[in-house]
Structures are given as structure tokens and as C-alpha cells.
T-cell receptor, first 109, second 114 residues
């Protein structure tokens, strides 16, 4: 079984300050992990993905995430927030061979 | 332009109506998905199609009927819906058979059942 827990439903930061959105996962096998962003009235857009290569993954718009197996975490960070980053962020995990993602409940930034 | 186009963007229907949602992808993918997004709940996978064959039905009520005539098009036929079916319905596509393949989403259809 696989699951994702996004630890904060809302995160508020000032423009220009760092962003940290937390995600913990549970899986029986080596996971693939994803972060998506959803702006109002839009679908989900892929920010970045981890698929067992480098543990520090860089994505679009200055975001990055670090896979920490010992902590079963995949937190999303950005050094300096911008107004345009205001959106809903979803962490997702897949441990199977099919593209069947399990999503977290989202964090509103 | 997301590469995955959903129509209509908004739909209001009564409980006795029949309507259809349409999804089209121009990304050359062979797997397509329907997800339901309700407020305060995680995205719920509804159906998965790989190479036009349904490979996943996540215990979805029969009032939702999917159709995948080819790898580029996906429909969701709706009939006798309930108010609790009001939600954002998202279509997605990906390369098939790979857990490492990310999903590409459309902008969704906002459905309101009255």
C-alpha cells in the first residue's frame, strides 16, 4: 500500500522569504514521488519528480525537493517566494508499475 | 496550452439529465485517466485506460460511464447524478505501464448537479 501525508493544509509566507511544504510518504517499495501545483480554475501542473536518481531534484519555477529515505520525506522548498507561487500544491507517490498516483490532500500556499 | 484539453469547462445539470465530458490529448500518450477532485478531499482516481482498454475502475458508481474510442480521446458519460457528484473532474494522460511516468492534466470540468 502507498500513502502520502501533507503535514500542513495552509502555509503562509511573505514574498522574498523561503518556502517549505512538507510531505511524508509510506510505501512498501522504492517510490516515485511527484510534486504538482494547481492554480485557481486550472488543472495540476508537474513541478518536479523523483524516480530513484539524484536525491535532490530541481523543478520548474525555482522549486526543488529532497528525497530522504530514512525520514520517508519529500519536502518541497524554494529559496524566495513570489506572489505568483500562491496556489495549491500536491505531493503524490507511486510504488507500482502502473501510473497510479496516490495524492496528498494538498497545501495551500 | 496544456496538451490535454477538456470540454466543457463548466457544466450545470439536473439529476435527471444526461451529459458527457470530453477529454483530448495531443501528447502521444497511450494511457488516460479520470480523476474527481472534491473540496477537502484527496484526488480520487476513477478510471484508467491503457491503449484504449479499461484497466482500472475504482469502484465508481454506474451513473458514471467512461468511453475511450482511441488513445487520444476519453469521455465520461453522466446520467442520474446526485448532488454529491458535484466536483472538478480532471482528465490526465501519461505514457503507459510506468510508475515513473508523470501525469499530464487538463484544466478540468467544474460540474454542478442541482
Amino acid at each position: 500500500a502507498q500513502s502520502v501525508t501533507q503535514l500542513d493544509s495552509h502555509v503562509s509566507v511573505s514574498e522574498g522569504t523561503p518556502v517549505l511544504l512538507r510531505c511524508n510518504y509510506s510505501s512498501s517499495y522504492s517510490p516515485s514521488l511527484f510534486w504538482y501545483v494547481q492554480h485557481p480554475n486550472k488543472g495540476l501542473q508537474l513541478l518536479l519528480k523523483y524516480t530513484s536518481a539524484a536525491t535532490l531534484v530541481k523543478g520548474i519555477n525555482g522549486f526543488e525537493a529532497e528525497f530522504k529515505k530514512s525520514e520517508t520525506s519529500f519536502h518541497l522548498t524554494k529559496p524566495s517566494a513570489h506572489m505568483s507561487d500562491a496556489a495549491e500544491y500536491f505531493c503524490a507517490v507511486n510504488t507500482g508499475t502502473a501510473s497510479k498516483l496516490t495524492f496528498g490532500t494538498g497545501t495551500r500556499l | 496550452e496544456t496538451g490535454v484539453t477538456q470540454t466543457p469547462r463548466h457544466l450545470v445539470m439536473g439529476m435527471t439529465n444526461k451529459k458527457s465530458l470530453k477529454c483530448e490529448q495531443h501528447l502521444g500518450h497511450n494511457a488516460m485517466y479520470w480523476y474527481k477532485q472534491s473540496a477537502k478531499k484527496p484526488l480520487e482516481l476513477m478510471f484508467v485506460y491503457n491503449f484504449k482498454e479499461q484497466t482500472e475502475n475504482n469502484s465508481v458508481p454506474s451513473r458514471f460511464s467512461p468511453e475511450c474510442p482511441n488513445s487520444s480521446h476519453l469521455f465520461l458519460h453522466l446520467h442520474t447524478l446526485q448532488p454529491e457528484d458535484s466536483a472538478l473532474y480532471l482528465c490526465a494522460s501519461s505514457h503507459p505501464g510506468g510508475g515513473r511516468s508523470p501525469l499530464h492534466f487538463g484544466n478540468g470540468t467544474r460540474l454542478t448537479v442541482t
